[in-house]
């Protein structure tokens, strides 16, 4: 079936370990993007990708990275850099940049 | 610096209310408003808006934008405890830039 999958729902880290947030998508969209929500806060942008090969920074892209190999997948590694990485994961997908997103369901990472 | 604010941060009203969401931007090169609505935790889209004046409807949600004012509203009529949830509003720009408001709460009593 059709849809955006984020893997693990829950993950949990020592500081200092960086960690890969998976993103895969099956809807055919070329647009990818990653965004991270704290409590109280709204939805901040951190990377973003419009095509294979190629992707953008968003507001908060210090401490992570991504990469865009294949259409489907737009995986995001958190990098003992990020100082505050504890945080809800959000990647969305949309036919282009200029179209509605679509949202996955979420990776929840614990960082202690 | 470029901005979405939401108001009110949380709202409480009983079953059958109407209620009016606002969002207000302050964007560089703005092209469109979207709303969303997040219950367990991943937001759905409702409604993009490009053009001023123009209401876009699905079922009892209304939503409007009004470039003049730099600001959109989203109506839910008769509310039902189902629409509890954040709503979200987003704008983006011509050089694809994405901004979120920190969302309205809205609870809807039985």
């Known amino acids: 079936d059709g849809g955006i999958t984020q893997s693990p729902k829950y993950l949990f880290r020592k500081e200092g370990q960086n960690v890969t947030l998976s993103c895969e998508q099956n809807?055919?969209?070329?647009?990818m993007y990653w965004y991270r929500q704290d409590p109280g806060q709204g939805l901040r942008l951190i990377y973003y990708?419009?095509?294979?090969?190629?992707?953008q920074k968003g507001d908060i892209a210090e401490g992570y990275s991504v990469s865009r190999e294949k259409k489907e997948s737009f995986p995001l590694t958190v990098t003992s850099a990020q100082k505050n990485p504890t945080a809800f994961y959000l990647c969305?997908?949309?036919?282009?940049?200029?179209?509605?997103?679509?949202f996955g369901p979420g990776t929840r990472l614990t960082v202690t | 610096e470029d901005k979405v604010v939401q108001s009110p941060l949380s709202l409480v009203v009983h079953e059958g209310d109407t209620v009016t969401l606002n969002c207000s931007y302050e964007?560089?090169?703005?092209?469109?408003l979207l709303w969303y609505k997040q219950e367990k935790k991943a937001p759905t889209f409702l409604f993009m808006l490009?053009?001023?004046?123009i209401e876009k409807k699905s079922g009892r949600l209304s939503s409007i934008l009004d470039k003049k004012e730099l600001s959109s509203i989203l109506n839910i009529t008769a509310t039902q405890t189902g629409d509890s949830a954040i709503y979200l509003c987003?704008?983006?720009?011509?050089?694809?830039?994405?901004?979120f408001g920190k969302g309205t709460r809205l609870h809807i009593l039985p």
């Open positions: 969305a997908t949309g036919w282009s940049l200029f179209h509605e997103q679509y």
């Open positions: 809807l055919n969209h070329d647009a």
């Open positions: 990708s419009q095509i294979v090969n190629d992707f």
């Open positions: 964007v560089t090169n703005f092209r469109s």
């Open positions: 490009t053009s001023s004046g």
């Open positions: 987003a704008s983006m720009n011509r050089d694809d830039k994405i901004i």
